[in-house]
């Protein structure tokens, strides 16, 4: 088996180094990193009757508010009321009487907007879904009345108030949903649509636009300026967030955090690469406590996972667990196995009957069979049954990311043919045998590898992963001084023809009088079908004894 070439599985920003060196801060990055945002926002700003409502989909925090705040501002609006809390009276003002018998006006939030913007989140909004009538009468152009303080007593109160002004609501899509779910007129000529993007693809072209970007939040956060050297070890930072080579996030929460951390580093100095590269070790540290105790459990026995040798129908899956209250997912290998068994060619997917796998998962399952069916191409009913399992799984299995193992697995069980344990295995699969991308591709393989790595790697062990998911690795150096010095490897493939070989050393499907995968199962079901086996019911065996006999 030949090791891919390690540079493919590693982001490549040496063609950046000659741009980097000629940075120039530019004041309209937001526009350049959100531009169809900062469309919205110059759309709605310049409408002069409807839409007068934006909607913008976007966490809800201070920093994500400060940003949007930036973003309306650069559209030369100078009044924007952006309350992080209300409620009736400092949404919508009230007149209250004091000592002397005089009536005084306490204006709220729509009053101070009054020719400008009210921003608003979006839970706030629905906590308060009362005032929502009156807040979109009063943004679609009619008066608003003043109220007393004290609905008992009566007060002389003032002519309503007539007042211009624009909403823009805030807030993530459950919210958002929320809202839409409850107003009909959200997809409306009333309403425009935003959304704050969470990731850009690194180019040359945006450069200037995303440094700009970091250079602004360390001003703001009055940290140290960026080193050259820190840039490549931040745009692996962010690969790594953003799960893709040429990508990188935008999220404030994100950059606020690696920044602060890595200026803790720094010690008051520049952010060098260094200080970046310590401050994840840091975090990853902090981090490390619930997915140390799962390998433990595995390199303790509790846990049986088998990284040499070689089995019939059983193979090293790879799962991400994402615990509750837990800040980050992991990723540890899980083993799948399959027994067969005479019966009516039924696949039984243990985790679904046991209420154990979700959905997703059951979808999987269904197109992995399928697949097996056609590709033996049977003119009758396969005369085995199987059963699938996650071995030692005590929750919730989600997804078709194990579609791939489970399926090497069944294959080896119809077939005899044993899985070599050294090798782990994740992708989907459809029903013509590709193997499709999915999700944690970088958490999989480092929880598999930690494994090996604890029992001593042997220079054969690796992970089979889909080829579309290349451009998602961004290991940690760890791993990736494995792959480089070939005591690791990775092998990506397009469909289960690559993958099979690779665990068996014997090819999927071929001619008919070639050692073969399909022949193997084929010539078991002839076996089957043969005159010199034993019948198999109950009834059968008792009068083929008394013939016998």
């Not at 937001?30 to 409408?47: G, H, K, N, Y």
């Not at 629905?126 to 007060?155: C, F, H, M, T, Y």
Request: net charge negative; charged share 20%.
């Amino acid at each position: 088996m030949q090791n891919q070439h390690w540079l493919q599985f590693e982001p490549d920003y040496a063609r950046f180094e000659s741009p980097l060196s000629q940075l120039a801060y530019s004041s309209s990055f937001r526009e350049e990193l959100q531009p169809r945002l900062s469309d919205a926002i110059s759309r709605f700003v310049r409408f002069t009757h409807q839409p007068r409502i934006l909607r913008i989909t976007s966490q809800e925090n201070m920093l994500y508010r400060d940003e949007l705040i930036a973003m309306i501002k650069a559209k030369d609006v100078c009044n924007i009321i952006a309350p992080s809390t209300f409620n009736a009276q400092s949404m919508l003002g009230y007149c209250y009487q004091d000592a002397q018998g005089d009536t005084h006006k306490k204006p709220g939030f729509l009053h101070d907007a009054d020719n400008g913007i009210l921003l608003i989140p979006a839970t706030q909004l629905l906590a308060n879904a009362s005032l929502w009538p009156e807040i979109k009468a009063v943004v679609a152009g009619e008066k608003l009345a003043w109220r007393a303080i004290d609905n008992k007593k009566q007060l002389p109160l003032p002519e309503p108030a007539s007042l211009n002004i624009k909403l823009v609501v805030y807030g993530d899509r459950t919210s958002m949903a929320d809202i839409e779910a409850g107003e009909p007129d959200v997809f409306s000529g009333l309403w425009i649509y935003g959304e704050y993007e969470q990731d850009v693809e690194l180019h040359e072209g945006m450069l200037n636009a995303y440094t700009s970007m970091v250079t602004d939040w360390c001003e703001r956060l009055n940290l140290p300026k960026m080193a050259d050297d820190a840039w490549p070890a931040l745009f692996r930072a962010g690969a790594r967030e953003a799960e893709e080579h040429d990508k990188l996030p935008l999220c404030p929460l994100w950059h606020v955090g690696v920044l602060t951390e890595a200026a803790l580093e720094a010690n008051g100095d520049a952010i060098t690469k260094d200080a970046i590269q310590l401050s994840r070790a840091a975090i990853e540290f902090r981090e490390s406590y619930l997915p140390n105790r799962a390998l433990e459990d595995i390199h303790g026995g509790h846990v049986i996972i088998d990284c040499k040798g070689k089995e019939v129908g059983q193979v090293n899956g790879l799962t991400v667990v994402e615990m509750s209250g837990h800040p980050k997912s992991y990723g540890e290998p899980s083993r799948i196995s399959c027994v067969v068994h005479f019966g009516d060619g039924d696949i039984a997917d243990v985790e679904r009957k046991a209420d154990m796998a979700g959905n997703i998962h059951a979808k999987g399952m269904m197109i992995m069979q399928a697949f097996v069916s056609a590709a033996l191409d049977l003119n009758q009913p396969l005369p085995y049954s199987a059963s699938i399992v996650f071995e030692q799984s005590y929750c919730e299995v989600d997804g078709d990311s194990a579609s791939l193992a489970e399926l090497c697995a069944f294959v080896s069980a119809l077939s005899k043919v044993e899985i070599n344990q050294q090798i782990a295995v994740t992708g989907a699969v459809d029903q013509f045998g590709r193997v499709q991308a999915v999700g944690g591709i970088n958490e999989k393989i480092e929880g598999f590898f930690h494994v090996c790595s604890h029992r001593g790697l042997t220079g054969e062990q690796g992970v089979i992963l889909p080829q579309a998911n290349i451009v998602n690795l961004c290991l940690n150096d760890e791993v990736m001084n494995a792959i480089k010095e070939g005591q690791f490897h990775l092998w990506p493939v397009e469909d289960v023809h690559q993958a099979l070989p690779l665990l068996t050393e014997v090819p999927f499907d071929g001619e008919r009088d070639q050692e073969t995968l399909l022949n193997k199962i084929g010539q078991r079901i002839d076996e089957f079908h043969g005159d010199d086996l034993p019948p198999r019911g109950l009834i059968s065996r008792i009068l083929n004894w008394f013939v016998q006999n």
